[in-house]
């Protein structure tokens, strides 16, 4: 009699059942906050007006989406970040490189950027204010100066922790500063500025909508102190789970950039 074949077991990769499980997880969590939500909002404890039903605010989130008037304060918002982060970034590598080339300039300047970075970037709105008016300009340097600190010290710590024999070496083959730039340093900074760069997305979006919030005509964070002015708490909220949606979105596709920057490099190792 002819041997029955045996069909191996598939298994399932330890990371897959992994991932599986902290999304059970995390949907499982989001599912008892939503329905603790609810019970509090139906039972009377608190101020209708302040925890509305969350039918409600879904009613509103629907309504928000389907308005046209929404979109223009999304593109508004979401140009002021990315143009925010583009430039605020751009400083960062810039100055993070600097202070590694140069011993002298990262003694005297360092210690500063150590000092104002963890400064609440708010302060500098209304000197912001002065320089780019209420328009679009302050948001976009709000931006960029929340963007500025984590890039420029990430960088600067990259520099920092670049093999020195790496650096002889260059010396040795008399390579010229911009030859160094772009053959040991740029290379070796690829890690630790893409990583930042996820940071500096979040603080710049933070940065661009508590700016819209304390002065602005158009925008995210107009939208939302205008509903909070006029007590339109459902419709607050409904902004605010968009804006969440927006944050996480942007983040898991950051993780995904992250991740296939550094598949490339260990593939190229």
Known sequence: MADTPVIPAVAIP???AKL?????????TVLILGIGYEMVARSGILFEGVVPSS????????????DSSFYPHLAVTATEVICGLL???????????AFGLSWPLARLLSP?????????????????????GVGMGSKIAMASISAFFPVAMATYRGVQQINGVHIRVAFSFNATRM?????????????????ALRLALGVAFVGTLLAEIKLSNQGLGYLIIQHYNAMRIPDMYAILIITFA???????????????????????K
């Open 14 to 16: 330890a990371r897959s």
């Open 179 to 195: 030859q160094l730039l772009t053959k040991v340093f740029l290379p070796s900074l690829v890690a630790p500025v893409v990583t």
């Open 87 to 97: 430039v605020g970034a751009s400083l960062g590598i810039a100055t993070g490189v």
């Open 20 to 28: 599986s499980k902290v999304a059970t997880i995390r949907i499982v």
């Open 55 to 66: 039918v409600i605010v879904l009613q509103r989130l629907v309504t928000t989406l389907l």
């Open 112 to 132: 500063w950027v150590n000092y104002l970075a963890p400064t609440p970037k708010i302060v500098f709105l209304p000197i912001l204010l002065l320089g780019f």
């Open 246 to 268: 927006i944050v996480m979105a942007a983040n898991a596709a950051m993780d995904g950039l992250v991740a296939a920057i550094m598949r490339r490099m260990s593939g190229a």
